[in-house]
Structures are given as structure tokens and as C-alpha cells.
């Protein structure tokens, strides 16, 4: 069993920064590519950025030069620093894991946070 579990998330103005991060816990032998996702409402669950256990990110348009994703593959946990936030990265966030399972010698199953609210707003 694996869980996700993503903080950070609130209100904040546009301008402002806000800093989200997820813990992977459980059976977990190792970690592949882990990310970000947003789903604003109304709309399709869209890709953020993306790390690789080597560190190689990967960025949507709309969020690069803003946004910054890292990991700590000690800790199994992945980080997105949110800068110059706009109105328009209001959404609720997950995070996502590609989890080799001790059960598992090399097959890896993908696992999503519960998601953590991002608003920004005056």
C-alpha cells in the first residue's frame, strides 16, 4: 500500500507565491517520475511539471519561468515552488508518483494525492 499526501495549498494574491509539497509512505521500493497536476473547475486534469529520479523536469507552457519542481529521493518527496501566482492557476492540485511497490521487482503502479487547493485572488 502507498500513499500520497499533499500540503501547502490556500489563498493567496495574485503576485504571491505558495509552496506545495507531497510525502510518498508505505511499501515503496523505489520512485520513478513523480509530478504535479491541476484541475480547475470545469475543466480536464491538466500536467503541471514533471521530475524524473534523476532530477530532469518538464514544465506546461503556461507555468514556466514561475514554477519550480524538485524531489527528494531520500525523503520520497516531490516539492512545486509556486511564484507570480496568477488568477489563472486557481485549481486543485495533485501530486503523482510512479512507485516501483516492494511487491514488485521492477513493475510500477501510478499513485495521486488527494489534492490540495490552490486560490488566488484579491
Known amino acids: 500500500q502507498v500513499q500520497l499526501v499533499e500540503s501547502g495549498g490556500g489563498l493567496v494574491q495574485p503576485g504571491g507565491s505558495l509552496r506545495l509539497s507531497c510525502a510518498a509512505s508505505?511499501?515503496?521500493?523505489?520512485?520513478?517520475?513523480m509530478g504535479w497536476y491541476r484541475q480547475a473547475p470545469g475543466k480536464e486534469r491538466v500536467l503541471v511539471a514533471t521530475i524524473t529520479r534523476g532530477s530532469t523536469t518538464t514544465y506546461a507552457d503556461s507555468v514556466k519561468g514561475r514554477f519550480t519542481i524538485s524531489r527528494d529521493n531520500a525523503k520520497n518527496t516531490v516539492s512545486l515552488q509556486m511564484n507570480s501566482l496568477r488568477p489563472e492557476d486557481t485549481a486543485l492540485y495533485y501530486c503523482?508518483?510512479?512507485?516501483?511497490?516492494?511487491?514488485?521487482?521492477?513493475?510500477?503502479?501510478?499513485?495521486w494525492g488527494q489534492g490540495t487547493q490552490v486560490t488566488v485572488s484579491s
Open positions: 508505505g511499501s515503496i521500493r523505489s520512485i520513478n517520475n
Open positions: 503523482n508518483a510512479h512507485v516501483v511497490p516492494t511487491s514488485s521487482w521492477n513493475w510500477e503502479y501510478t499513485y
